[in-house]
């Protein structure tokens, strides 16, 4: 396949991953998460994000999201997110099937919801015709590649909190925030009232799993339950553990996601040299977002695979990964010229 900017999960994994599961490729080990690799991982997170936290390692970022508002609600409550949201928009309605909650959608801007929208939907407490409000679902970085601040994520935990509900971070490119941020996880999730995460991996050079992390003991009581009853218990957990050992270890998820950030901001500088080309949302993590004429669309994909993001506008998403090089950029950037100057 051609180079393709369609999606951070379109790439392969990083070297270092593939290592790490062939490293624990060796001999027997306890399964269903009950070996040392696992074991191991745990420790990590428990290094990065407090003593307190849990952490359950599932297949992949959707069952990740699932189980986590699982936990934190019942079949009559309703889970807040931003339109744009992941759960909402690209799940297939899983969150509302297994969850048994009704999503509660929110305008937002460029992906960010703020508190006075959240606080409009915090209603109906005690009356039995309502579903009652429990989580508010952001996405860090959102679906549009934009980041919350420490202190916005605060405002909104803090709401919750004051309204008997949780907040919940779907994560799936938290590594990017980091990196963009230029803080620990921790600073932006855990230290700030943050309940549970979503820890993505396969979007930054993981072949499979992600993780759901609790910072509350009374969320992760009976999840080991609730993660089997959902079929997302692997039982060679060792491989999963494997790749979050050398993940988080030296930081690794960090620096691969260092260079996707680093590339897209190299895509969005050549990109707005070009005429008849906008930038359509700030560029904070590893996607541009433009809208360009629509005649050459077709031609470019061709060379160059994407998504249509918004087929009205013509808004385009390019996202880097972790092995996006300037060259794939370059070439890119010649074609699309190209293609201008010829319409």
């Not at 919750?160 to 919940?168: D, L």
């Not at 541009?288 to 669309?297: D, G, K, L, Q, S």
């Not at 090089?325 to 190209?338: S, V």
Request: hydrophobic share 40%; with cysteine.
């Amino acid at each position: 396949m051609i180079h393709s900017f369609g999606s951070d999960n379109h790439s392969g994994a990083a070297p270092e991953i593939i290592e790490a599961i062939i490293k624990s490729n060796i001999g027997f080990a306890v399964a269903y998460g009950e070996d040392q690799i696992t074991e191991r991982a745990e420790m990590l997170f428990k290094r990065d994000f407090g003593p307190e936290c849990s952490v359950f390692f599932v297949f992949n970022g959707t069952g990740a999201n699932i189980l986590a508002l699982k936990a934190m609600t019942s079949s009559y409550n309703s889970i807040i997110c931003a339109e744009s949201a992941h759960i909402n928009a690209d799940e297939c309605g899983a969150p509302e099937k297994l969850t048994g909650c009704k999503l509660i959608p929110i305008p937002a801007i460029d992906g960010k919801v703020c508190s006075q929208d959240v606080k409009r939907k915090l209603t109906g407490f005690g009356f039995q015709h309502h579903s009652q409000p429990k989580v508010l679902s952001i996405s860090q970085p959102t679906e549009l590649g934009t980041l919350y601040s420490p202190g916005e994520i605060e405002t909104l935990a803090n709401l919750m909190h004051e309204h008997g509900g949780y907040i919940h971070i779907d994560g799936s490119r938290i590594s990017n925030a980091a990196a963009s941020l230029k803080l620990p996880v921790r600073s932006f999730t855990s230290d700030i009232g943050v309940d549970a995460l979503s820890f993505g991996g396969t979007k930054n050079g993981l072949l499979i799993g992600e993780a759901v992390v609790f910072f509350r003991k009374e969320l992760a009581e009976n999840f080991l339950y609730v993660r089997k009853q959902a079929a997302q218990l692997f039982s060679k957990n060792r491989f999963i553990a494997a790749q979050f050992n050398a993940f988080l270890e030296d930081g690794l998820n960090v620096r691969l996601a260092e260079h996707s950030n680093k590339m897209a901001k190299y895509m969005s500088e050549q990109v707005r040299k070009i005429e008849k080309i906008v930038i359509s949302r700030p560029v904070e993590t590893n996607a541009v977002f433009a809208t360009i004429p629509r005649e050459i669309t077709e031609k470019l994909r061709e060379k160059h695979y994407f998504y249509i993001w918004d087929e009205e506008s013509n808004e385009v998403r390019w996202m880097c990964s972790f092995n996006t090089r300037e060259e794939d950029i370059d070439n890119f950037i010649y074609d699309l010229r190209n293609l201008i100057k010829t319409h």
